[in-house]
């Protein structure tokens, strides 16, 4: 049997049925109901954040928290070329342009050391991406961002539950979005939220996923439809219940990764990042002068039905629909373009084993 490079994390089966079964004597299935409003209270609560909107995936969250924002059509919003397709398809979607900065060679997150360099009086926003659960600089980008009074909004797809010196991931910049899909640490089957302080954007993102409905008799503005099921949502509060158990799992797993695969020559692993509490969304590794490439590390997994991840690869400032946008075209981002043609993530999620990981790492070394 294969190993995949990740496995979604459920609840017991009874207890997803027991969450369930009201539904049949409601009938009510979607359009926010009583698990919607309860996973939004209790995810309000475990993220410690005064706002949470729900969304059907973590994409139309983002293109629409984007949007909500009411930039003008053309403006420029800075972002990284290190991520997923959807970070920048939301930016275009919403008729703005990406601007792409560098990475830095660490944690793989926007150098904001580089940011200001590329604002100009187009610029209206900063779209960071917290990195296979690494935290970008919050406190850097912050002070750039209020310098020269642009919003931040976090991609936060692979930070769910993360902390800074206590604080939660979801309180920094104007908003975040997390991913709640199936492959994440925390998830709804698909599924996704917008997270903020600024009271006036609760009414703006729930006309947006709920087509501008006001009552029977009333549209107020054109928007779309991307409303949370209640089966999703009822997979939310199962999972939350069991999320932490299931981050200490990866922990472990992370935690063996790092004893066999750590200090090895032409191998590099992030560092842990001083005052972060971890969610283990993703393991990076790096091959650099290592006696196997990183595209002959993958050969030699699957050969043994390990099947692990090029991420991120190719750059999303690589695809042909953005080669030609500002910063487009990895030579204009150094790092990341290394990085993204050296990077693997093996296998990692909850109920991976120990043997599991030595065989891992046995193939990786040459030693299998």
């Not at 800075?78 to 342009?97: D, E, K, Q």
Request: aromatic residues 10%.
């Amino acid at each position: 049997m294969s190993i995949n490079v990740t496995r979604s994390s459920l609840p017991p089966f009874e207890e997803y049925c027991e969450e369930i079964k009201e539904l049949w004597e409601s009938r009510w299935l979607t359009n926010m109901g009583v698990k919607h409003k309860q996973l939004q209270a209790e995810l309000e609560a475990y993220l410690d954040v005064p706002h949470v909107t729900l969304y059907t995936n973590g994409h139309l969250a983002l293109e629409n928290v984007i949007a909500a924002m009411n930039f003008s059509e053309g403006s420029e919003v800075i972002t990284t070329p290190f991520t997923f397709a959807s970070t920048t398809h939301a930016i275009v979607r919403n008729g703005l342009v990406p601007v792409f900065c560098d990475v830095n060679p660490v944690d793989y997150t926007l150098d904001a050391t580089k940011l200001e360099a590329l604002i100009t009086d187009k610029t209206v926003a900063i779209v960071p991406v917290h990195v296979y659960g690494n935290l970008c600089d919050v406190e850097a980008l912050d002070k750039i961002a209020k310098a020269h009074g642009l919003k931040v909004i976090y991609d936060a797809a692979h930070a769910f539950g993360v902390t800074l010196n206590g604080v939660g991931v979801a309180n920094f910049g104007d908003a975040s979005m997390f991913s709640f899909h199936a492959t994440k640490v925390f998830n709804t089957i698909e599924g996704g939220a917008v997270t903020f302080r600024d009271d006036s954007l609760i009414a703006t993102l729930n006309d947006m996923k709920n087509f501008g409905i006001h009552g029977q008799e009333s549209c107020v503005y054109a928007g779309g439809n991307a409303k949370m099921s209640e089966f999703q949502a009822a997979m939310g509060i199962c999972n939350l219940r069991h999320v932490d158990g299931e981050i200490a799992k990866r922990r472990a797993a992370v935690e063996q990764y790092r004893r066999r695969l750590g200090g090895v020559e032409g191998i590099t692993l992030c560092p842990e990042q001083e005052g972060v509490k971890s969610n283990y969304a993703y393991f990076p590794v790096v091959f650099d002068g290592f006696r196997y490439t990183r595209d002959e590390v993958f050969a030699r997994l699957k050969e043994h039905d390990v099947i692990a991840r090029k991420y991120f690869y190719p750059l999303t400032s690589d695809f042909e629909c953005y080669v030609d946008m500002p910063g487009g075209g990895g030579e204009r981002t150094p790092v990341a373009k290394h990085i993204a043609s050296c990077v693997l993530t093996p296998p990692l999620y909850a109920g991976l084993t120990e043997e599991e990981v030595d065989l891992i790492c046995d193939v990786i070394l040459g030693d299998a």
